[in-house]
């Protein structure tokens, strides 16, 4: 029996899972456990599981039928046999120090949790991302005082005070079984919401760390994921909803947990569905399929709105601005500096930023390129 068990969900990422799983295999502290969960993937990642389970008794091979990251997630936990419960995805990588950062924290604090940064891979470039709270050790007093009440939205939209990934954590074992078992699984968008903001809740103490040695990797195909049709990604967004209203409603007034839910489910409306909540909805994508459309920055907002575009076949875009252009011209994207906006025609130009400050300063710089507030489309 490990002292951690770091599960490892797999569908479709064969070039990536060697140097996945040899980050993990090389970890410096070695009283580990991986399980590795082969989500039926159509490639050959099955065959590489099996390949280092034969050379490496600490690995554990689980082959499936195809059921999605929640479903992976439930059959990793419940094979593994560790006290503390991480995660790595398939494409990711960690450095040599990842586990023992966590566990050394842990055992420093005896703390339920453990919550670390991670950085953002694309190309060469690796840009390291913290918690919005600032680092150090909660007890569950001062988690009621300074965590709950931003947890989730720690900003308008969008802004997690707590990074709402399951991968860049350590959790007791016993803590996270049941909130990660009872997630609906039906749930493909807010997988690790669902566990995350629940076993929070549940926790008596928490230490926040500044480690970034979880490389989150993406590439120009994932980001620019396809969208489903509408509906279906209304349904989607409705049933993460209905799940974390049923989970995280009822907690103390003083935790805010409603107010932040809304305003998470909101902002995923904007992104996913071109709408936010309000009666009757307010409709930011009304394009007609003549429109040329541009946008305003690359982060994960732009990303899907671009997906949405695109997939959907609304309209074409002429135009997709960045102040950090090269960052993903590296992995193809065809992403230009503010410098090129004049250069591009387009009848409106969406800013993809859900909160005021950046909408604010992204009108400011469109205005010096003259940009007038007519072409523009504001998010909120």
């Known amino acids: 029996m490990a002292t951690v068990s770091i599960i490892v969900p797999i569908y479709n990422v064969e070039a990536e899972l060697r140097k996945c799983v040899s980050s993990i295999l090389a970890q ?7 399980v590795l969960v082969d989500d039926g993937s159509p490639d050959n990642c099955g065959t590489i599981c099996d390949e280092f389970a034969e050379k490496d008794n600490r690995v554990v091979v689980i082959h499936k039928e195809n059921g999605g990251l929640v479903n992976a997630r439930k059959s990793g936990l419940e094979k593994s046999t ?3 419960i991480s995660y790595v995805d398939g494409d990711d990588w960690i450095e040599n120090d990842f586990i023992q950062n966590l566990v050394d924290c842990q055992q420093k604090y005896n703390v339920d949790i453990v919550a670390a940064g991670f950085s953002k891979d694309i190309g060469n470039i690796s840009d390291g991302h913290l918690n919005a709270i600032p680092s150090g ?12 009440p931003r947890m989730i939205c720690a ?4 802004y997690f005070g707590i990074c709402s990934y399951v991968w860049n954590k350590l959790f007791k074992k016993e803590l996270l079984w049941d909130s990660q078992m009872a ?17 929070l809740l549940k926790s008596n103490s928490l230490y926040i760390s500044e480690n970034t040695s979880y490389h989150y990797f993406q ?12 509906e279906k990604e209304k349904l989607k967004v409705n049933w993460l909803a209905d799940y974390l209203k049923k989970t995280l409603i009822g907690t103390p007034e003083e935790y805010n947990i409603e107010n932040q839910v809304e305003r ?3 902002g995923l409306r904007i992104i996913r569905c071109g709408e936010s909540n309000t009666n009757p909805p307010n409709h930011f994508f009304d394009a007609k399929p003549t429109d040329r459309i541009a946008i305003f920055n690359s982060g994960i907002v732009g990303q899907n709105i671009y997906s949405l575009f695109v997939s959907k076949k609304i309209c074409p875009i002429t135009g997709w601005f960045d102040k950090d252009a090269e960052f993903y011209q590296a992995e193809g994207l065809d992403v230009q500096s503010f410098d090129e906006i004049p250069n591009r025609s387009f009848d409106r130009i969406i800013i993809a930023n859900l909160d005021e400050i950046s909408i604010r300063k992204a009108v400011s710089i469109l205005k010096k390129y003259g940009i007038g507030p007519e072409k523009i489309v504001s998010l909120l």
């Open 28 to 34: 410096t502290y070695k009283d580990i456990e991986i």
């Open 82 to 84: 560790g006290r503390f």
């Open 137 to 148: 050790f909660y007890d569950k007093q001062k988690m009621i005082a300074e965590i709950y």
């Open 155 to 158: 900003g308008p939209y969008f």
């Open 183 to 199: 997630v609906d699984p039906r749930i493909s968008v807010g997988e690790d919401t669902s566990v995350v903001f629940p076993v």
């Open 219 to 230: 590439k120009a195909f994932s980001m620019l994921k396809s969208m489903d049709s509408l």
């Open 264 to 266: 998470y489910i909101d």
